[in-house]
């Protein structure tokens, strides 16, 4: 008699922890459109090892095969973003011949665009050295806006593209990263009863200074929160009386300044960003 075959269940059994992967992401700008894409898709396998391993600026076929020969890690994945065909000709026939899985992340995005718009792409290397740029200026702009974080590096403050002033806690520094890390150089300055306003303000063109408010009951619990982690509560810091006289004040000096004036109160650090490149008029960067 035959034997009857058992139901399968239908889940998926974990692989052991010895049959890990290896996914070698190959670029020949910086990658970072690809890491992200890698990290978003390796994260719905959490029980599957998966080790990713970035190869950027793979900008000629020297390089790019010097790379491929020494692909290292448990059974290697190779995923890449090449618009050079030669570059991708490389890559699949080392992979070929290895017999390494390989995915094409450019190749299926180019094809459907080019019938959609019923045009061949370029495979323009120049246009990478262009994202490599960016990538550059993004960098160099978050080192900036580190090094200019709540009123230090005062002395180079002109070479911020954008100025943001405001009392304590009011997320001058999350907005200053943020717009950094959209290529935007921006410094902030606190200000306060004790030490005013900085010398050096009075230099900066005012078409780059925002300056930040927002409601002093919404202050006052956020000052709270930050002085029982200090361990310094009950001072005019976060008493709401002296916070109202503060926001009042420095409101009235921003106005007499010329300051353009943002309420951050119900503003997520995206919509205050955004806020913030339309009243500048700064144009968006890629």
Do not use: W
């Not at 290397?125 to 230090?152: K, N, P, S, T, V």
């Amino acid at each position: 008699m035959a034997k009857k075959k058992r139901a399968s269940s239908g889940k998926r059994v974990a692989p052991l922890a010895a049959d890990g992967y290896t996914v070698h992401l190959i670029a020949a700008a910086a990658g970072e459109l690809l890491s992200g894409l890698a990290v978003v898709a390796v994260s719905q396998f959490p029980d599957v090892s998966i080790n990713i391993v970035s190869h950027p600026l793979q900008s000629n076929l020297e390089k790019l095969q010097a790379t491929l020969a020494n692909l290292a890690g448990e059974r290697p994945i190779v995923v890449h973003a090449l618009a050079d065909h030669a570059a991708k000709q490389l890559v699949r026939n080392s992979c070929v011949v290895r017999r390494i899985p390989h995915f094409d992340a450019t190749g299926p995005l180019m094809n459907f665009l080019a019938d959609c718009v019923g045009v061949l792409p370029q495979n323009d290397i120049a246009r990478l050295h262009q994202l490599d740029a960016a990538y550059r200026r993004r960098i160099e702009a978050m080192d900036f806006a580190m090094e200019h974080d709540d009123g230090l590096g005062l002395r180079t403050l002109r070479q911020a593209d954008v100025v943001i002033v405001g009392v304590s806690r009011v997320s001058k520094s999350p907005t200053a990263l943020y717009l950094a890390s959209r290529g935007y150089k921006a410094a902030n300055v606190s200000i306060s009863p004790q030490t005013g306003f900085p010398s050096e303000l009075a230099r900066i063109a005012k078409k780059k200074i925002v300056a930040f408010t927002t409601q002093p009951k919404r202050l006052h619990e956020i000052r709270k929160e930050r002085a029982k982690e200090m361990g310094s509560m009950d001072t005019e810091y976060d008493d709401l009386s002296s916070i109202i006289t503060e926001v009042m004040a420095a409101e009235a000096e921003y106005r007499q300044r010329g300051y353009a004036l943002i309420d951050v109160t119900q503003l997520t650090i995206e919509q205050t960003a955004a806020r913030i490149l339309e009243m500048l008029k700064l144009s968006s960067r890629g």
